[in-house]
């Protein structure tokens, strides 16, 4: 929610349009790597219907503001795809949320925001999340 509440209000502040992109875990064609570009479309995979149906509902959320707004499920590295689907879209900004999660977690994981803001090829607004106390 403060991730959209955020995106609105910059995509208004801006007059810009909005894509809602969701990277799915990648699947492999050869040799346990991804080769090429996978946008998911419909029929939607059983195990993608979740992603799918909460990008629809934040398309629905950002779309009564007035905003327009597209989205894009794909399938990828989440840090190289939100790049390259970002050059491709002509983006000026991405707006990403970050977990919190800890220093060990990103040690060993990694961190999506961390990863994007590092390429240093687009200003990035990392929203964070609320910590437990203020849910």
């Given at each position: 929610?403060?991730?959209?509440?955020?995106t609105?209000?910059?995509?208004?502040?801006?007059?810009?349009?909005?894509?809602?992109?969701?990277v799915?875990?990648?699947?492999?064609?050869?040799?346990?790597?991804?080769?090429?570009r996978?946008?998911?479309?419909?029929?939607?995979?059983?195990e993608?219907?979740?992603?799918?149906?909460?990008?629809?509902?934040?398309a629905?959320?950002?779309?009564?503001?007035?905003?327009?707004?597209?989205?894009?499920?794909?399938?990828?590295?989440?840090?190289?795809?939100?790049?390259?689907?970002?050059?491709?879209?002509?983006?000026n900004?991405?707006?990403?949320?970050?977990?919190?999660?800890g220093?060990?977690?990103?040690?060993?994981?990694?961190?999506?925001?961390?990863?994007?803001?590092?390429?240093?090829?687009?200003?990035?607004?990392?929203?964070?999340?609320?910590?437990?106390?203020e849910?």
């Amino acid at each position: 929610q403060a991730v959209l509440a955020m995106t609105v209000d910059v995509a208004k502040g801006l007059g810009a349009e909005v894509l809602l992109i969701n990277v799915a875990p990648r699947d492999p064609d050869v040799f346990g790597r991804q080769l090429k570009r996978k946008v998911i479309s419909d029929p939607v995979p059983e195990e993608l219907i979740d992603r799918r149906t909460l990008l629809d509902e934040c398309a629905a959320e950002i779309g009564q503001s007035g905003i327009p707004c597209e989205t894009l499920l794909i399938r990828g590295d989440p840090g190289r795809t939100l790049l390259r689907e970002a050059e491709t879209w002509g983006a000026n900004l991405i707006i990403m949320g970050s977990h919190g999660r800890g220093a060990l977690y990103r040690k060993l994981v990694g961190s999506v925001s961390k990863a994007v803001m590092e390429t240093r090829r687009f200003p990035v607004l990392v929203v964070p999340a609320p910590l437990a106390d203020e849910k």
